[in-house]
């Protein structure tokens, strides 16, 4: 078969065919970039909500995502925009992740991390800790400046001590909404996976210009856990995962079953082995010449797979979590610039942007 770069005929075969090809946007190829957030999924209705609580989340998430895309549009890496996006999350008191995280049967508040760069597949994660005043910076310190991936309890305290992190007394994370929710609780005597009070989880991905990815959540976990109870968020491959061959992705929901499904490497997996195929697929739609050899090749760099196929892939995987029990949901961004969601509860705090202009932010299920 004669490697031929493709030619405007096979672009258009290709886009009839339904492979779409990676077009170039208003800024051109290069400029290319996009961002998907979220602050947590579950019942997430109209009725629960009040007009104040609703302003101030879609503030606080409008103004996360434009700090995200600033950092992308300047040309800074995939991985600096998740963090920068994940920081101002966990500093508002909105969300369940650093101030306002949840707290633990106990009183306490021991909260869950991860980040990964999907250039090289680093990762780091920290799982029950406090003392930190941004979970996200000490995952991050995890990947950069540790032999290891992740780090727990106490011994991650020191560590982010030792990396002169900014630490903050344990009543820093207190909300009077929080405190309110664990006295309910436990005047209820219920369990943690009885009541809906787990909200707020944060994550980020992104492609930045140079087309890597990356992914990250911080979490408060759910609220009245004990015996040192550790859910997907910290988890790399179940809660977040990021590879540039595939995608990256930020869950949120009921982590025990995103841990089995393990849904973050499960979907980016099915992303990296469809596309092969989808090229398989789009080469045997390329005219042959007279002696039955194909006349062009195509090119794996300008070949993506279009939007209706990504999303699909997330829904069968979160539909499986369904199936199991689980419920919750995804952001993903892929390395061809989509970003999005997908989710079966009734609403998720979310938003995306990319270069192509694209920019939203929604809380319930029948928003964009
Ligand atoms: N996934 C988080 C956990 O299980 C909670 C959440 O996302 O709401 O700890």
Redesign the pocket.
């Known amino acids: 078969m004669p490697m031929i770069k493709p030619t405007l005929a096979a672009i258009a075969l290709l886009c009839w065919t339904g492979c779409a090809m990676a077009q170039a946007d208003d800024h051109g190829d290069d400029a290319r970039w996009s961002i998907a957030i979220h602050g ?3 019942t997430i209705k109209r009725d629960k909500i009040t007009p104040e609580q609703d302003k101030a989340i879609r503030e606080a998430l409008g103004t996360a995502l434009a700090a995200g895309s600033k950092v992308l549009k300047d040309g800074g890496s995939a991985i600096d925009a998740v963090t920068a996006t994940i920081m101002i999350l966990e500093n508002d008191p909105n969300f ?1 992740a650093g101030k306002g995280a949840v707290f633990t049967w106990d009183k306490t508040n021991e909260l ?1 991390s991860s980040i990964m760069d999907g250039s090289d597949l680093s990762a780091g994660a920290v799982a029950g800790i406090n003392g930190t005043k941004n979970p996200i910076l000490l995952a991050r310190a995890v990947k950069d400046h540790s032999p290891h991936v992740m780090l727990s309890g106490e011994g991650a305290n020191q560590f982010s001590r030792e990396q002169g992190l900014e630490q903050v007394t344990p009543d820093y994370y207190a909300t009077p909404y929080r405190l309110q929710q664990i006295e309910d609780l436990l005047a209820r005597k219920v369990s943690a996976a009885d009541v809906d009070y ?4 944060v994550g980020a991905v992104a492609m930045d210009q140079e087309g890597h990815m990356a992914a990250g959540t911080s ?1 408060g ?2 609220t009245g856990k004990r015996w040192g109870r550790i ?3 910290p988890i790399i491959g179940a ?1 977040t995962y990021a590879d540039d061959r595939s995608c990256a992705i930020s ?6 079953y ?1 841990i089995r499904l393990g849904v973050a490497h499960e979907i980016c997996t099915r992303v990296r082995m469809r596309w092969p195929i989808a090229i398989e697929e789009a080469q045997l739609t390329v005219p042959k010449d007279e002696a039955g050899n194909y006349t062009y090749a195509i090119h794996a760099s300008e070949f993506m797979l279009p939007d209706a196929e990504i999303q699909q892939i997330a829904d069968d995987v979160i539909a499986e979590l369904g199936e199991l029990g689980g419920d ?1 949901g995804i952001i993903y961004a892929t390395p061809w610039g989509q970003a999005g969601y997908s989710f079966n509860t009734a609403g998720m705090y979310r938003g995306r942007a990319t270069s192509a202009g694209e920019q939203s932010v929604s809380i319930y299920g029948d928003e964009e």
């Not at 787990?198 to 989880?201: P, S």
């Not at 869950?251 to 025990?256: L, N, Q």
């Open positions: 947590g999924a579950g369940n869950d787990k909200f707020g989880t979490t976990g759910m859910g997907d968020s809660g869950a949120t929901g009921s982590g025990e995103f919750g």
